[in-house]
């Protein structure tokens, strides 16, 4: 049929659309002949009847793929326009340029006959309402797509067998290049490579990414890093990000590797990355350059890495952190086999260790499996190791040392290589500026500047590596040597020295203990502890539950038996002063932290009220003894008279607290009350303190006849 007998009025009343899309900007800026014969599709549309005004062209889509329509904006408006009845005719060179993609290209089609639209390419108009048409543009469509199809297969199947044979060049990591006839070699810079070979280290000494960053961060290095496709390389602090990278990168084992991410698109058009097992990689060579540590250490490391992150695993070794739980992440539960966590707890300023099994409570919503106090066992088990270590005392001394002083060689080496760049840095700085033609003070101020820039970023460098050094040899001072030395008579001093860094000692640990099951017996009040030594040695301990805080702050049944006994004949202040000469302590000294509490008188109250001991008051009164108004009234005196006969030993007075008394009356021969100058109150008490005694003697003669 003749093209312009498919032009009818009523497309000619619509707009034209003429799309352009060049596949990349490579193509766009190279291929310009080919975006010249879609521009020239114009001259098309005026002839066929449109004007010029007419005529629409999107061109927004330049540089991207036709695979999809999720991404192409002016795509996405052709069809909305086509939809709403706006476009008369949408033309394209080709049906490549219009959809790569069946599905998208059959909705087009699709939707330009329910509006009546007819399509224009190189070869012909086509009406998609006409079942020939429609049958040769959807052949078209899918030979388009074919073709796409072919030449990634083409492509993708060239970079594949290269790949197989590790001839494939990929971006290197930081630490590689290429030399001049393409192979992988170790960076030539000296700095970068010692820099790199000490990360690994570091990995291996801590066991963890996050402590290999404070590692660096407190040693106050810096990390290599190249940009993207780029060859400079700067230093800059380590971040976690750099640190798991680089773990995880086998190119660093000297590994060839292609195909570890498998690449999707989703229906929004976002690409999904999934991460493929290394059995699953496309290509792995091992061995195929130098690396920098071992296939088998790369290995090692990524295990760590896994294990680190494992949070409910059976048993679950995380590198040693900070907390005072000396079995984080080696002891396992005895009733479920589950991994426990370690959980602080802070009560009256004491920060306490508990160890909790949770899974259930966190997947199922059950109850705690398990929740057992942490420093009884970790006290059982520190003794347990101070008595393991005594006879390897010696060789870990030396150890240590030879580790730590090694660890502060490697740093200084580091920071000297640092000062050695710095210094390259500034005297190619000051060639620039020598040979500068001073006339030209423009480019010579420049350059003055950046050499005096250069200078004090290495004055700045020597500044730090002398801090450092300074630093370091006061780690190192005779008291470190002195506690190093120590260890050989005497390891469990060395343990239970409050300097040591919980991290440290857990690092001891590890190189002895594999796990540790407990297992809480409520009943009994006691906790099983079962150890399972590197090599599968194996030993059981047994330690007492901590009491509860009201077990704790108990009195003792024969405390409380004292008191009441001391009752009879002292008041509650002097009862305190009594328990507290005896050296007994109140039942609150039971709390840690609380072992110089001694007795007060009101422990003493609280006792006699707490455990329901008869007062002094009610002893005294059940003895005969009588109040001051009653005493009063049966002697006939006053108030004031009373208390200096008491003064004066003429009638006894009986304390039942601090302030007030009870009174005995005297014998049978109640005094009376004198006004006698001549016989004054202290001699009448000392008559009747003289007649009491010779009334003594007699009786105890008596008793000896």
Not at 455 to 460: F, T, V
Not at 512 to 528: H, P
Not at 589 to 610: C, E
Request: charged fraction near 30%; aromatic fraction near 8%; charge should be positive.
């Amino acid at each position: 049929m003749n093209e312009k007998l498919k032009v009818q009025s009523h497309h000619l009343e619509r707009g034209a659309y003429l799309y352009i899309r060049q596949s990349s900007m490579r193509q766009v800026m190279e291929n310009v002949e080919s975006t010249k014969r879609q521009y020239d599709l114009r001259g098309r549309a005026i002839g066929l009847g449109w004007r010029d005004d007419q005529i629409t062209v999107i061109d927004s889509d330049q540089g991207e793929s036709g695979a999809s329509a999720a991404w192409r904006e002016g795509f996405q408006h052709l069809v909305s326009d086509v939809g709403m009845g706006r476009a008369g005719i949408v033309m394209g060179l080709e049906v490549s340029r219009l959809a790569r993609n069946n599905a998208d290209w059959h909705r087009l089609l699709e939707i330009c006959a329910l509006a009546d639209t007819l399509i224009l390419d190189e070869d012909g108009v086509y009406d998609p309402a006409n079942f020939n048409d429609r049958l040769l543009l959807g052949l078209k469509g899918t030979m388009s797509e074919a073709e796409l199809h072919v030449i990634k297969a083409r492509l993708r199947g060239g970079i594949l067998n290269k790949a197989r044979r590790g001839e494939y060049r990929c971006p290197l990591p930081t630490g590689f290049i290429y030399n001049e006839v393409g192979d992988v070699v170790l960076d030539p810079d000296a700095q970068i490579r010692e820099m790199i070979t000490h990360f690994f280290e570091t990995f291996s000494r801590v066991g963890s990414a996050t402590q290999t960053v404070k590692a660096f961060a407190s040693e106050g290095l810096l990390f290599p890093s190249r940009f993207r496709n780029s060859k400079r390389v700067v230093f800059q602090p380590l971040t976690t990000s750099t640190a798991l990278r680089t773990l995880h990168n086998p190119r660093f084992a000297g590994v060839y590797a292609y195909g570890q991410r498998l690449y999707r698109r989703t229906v929004d058009g976002k690409k999904q990355v999934r991460k493929r097992e290394p059995n699953e990689w496309l290509a792995c060579i091992p061995d195929a350059h130098p690396g920098y540590i071992s296939w088998e250490q790369f290995q090692h490391n990524l295990k760590a890495l896994e294990a680190n992150g494992q949070g409910y695993q059976t048993a679950r070794v995380s590198p040693p952190r900070e907390g005072a739980a000396l079995l984080q992440g080696r002891v396992i539960c005895g009733r479920c086999g589950c991994h426990m966590r370690a959980r602080y707890v802070t009560r009256r300023g004491q920060v306490d260790t508990w160890y909790v099994c949770s899974r259930a409570y966190v997947s199922r919503g059950e109850p705690h499996c398990q929740s057992i106090a942490g420093w009884p066992v970790d006290a059982a088990i520190g003794e347990l190791i101070a008595a393991a270590m005594t006879p390897a005392a010696v060789e870990l001394a030396l150890e240590i040392r030879k580790e730590i002083e090694a660890r502060y060689d490697e740093a200084d080496k580091l920071r000297l290589r640092a000062v050695e760049r710095a210094q390259i840095d500034a005297d190619l700085a000051q060639r620039r500026f020598m040979l500068v033609d001073p006339n030209n003070r423009l480019v010579a101020d420049t350059l003055e500047r950046e050499w005096n820039d250069k200078l004090r970023m290495l004055a700045d460098l020597r500044e730090e590596r002398a801090r450092a050094l300074r630093e370091d040899r006061a780690t190192l001072d005779d008291a470190i040597r002195d506690r190093l030395i120590a260890m050989t008579a005497d390891f469990k001093t060395v343990w239970c020295d409050p300097t040591l860094p919980n991290r440290e000692r857990k690092r001891l640990l590890a190189y002895l203990v594999e796990d540790v099951t407990l297992l809480k017996f409520q009943a009994e009040g006691e906790t099983r502890i079962h150890i399972r030594f590197r090599g599968g040695r194996t030993e059981t301990l047994t330690t007492q539950n901590p009491k509860s805080s009201a077990q704790q702050v108990r009195t003792r049944p024969e405390v409380v038996e004292l008191v009441d006994k001391l009752l009879d004949d002292h008041i509650c202040a002097e009862i305190a002063d009594i328990l507290n000469a005896r050296g007994i302590r109140p039942g609150g000294s039971a709390r840690r932290g609380k072992a110089d509490a001694q007795f007060t008188d009101l422990r003493v109250i609280y006792l006699v009220k707490q455990y329901g001991l008869r007062s002094r008051y009610d002893r005294l009164r059940e003895r005969g003894m009588l109040t001051k108004a009653e005493a009063c009234a049966k002697l006939g005196i006053t108030e004031c008279t009373l208390v200096r006969w008491a003064k004066y030993d003429i009638v006894k007075r009986h304390a039942y607290n601090g302030y007030i008394g009870l009174y005995e009356l005297p014998g049978p021969h109640v005094p009376a009350k004198q006004c006698s100058r001549w016989n004054q109150l202290a001699h009448r008490a000392e008559a009747i303190r003289r007649l009491n005694s010779s009334k003594c003697s007699d009786l105890k003669e008596r008793a000896v006849v």
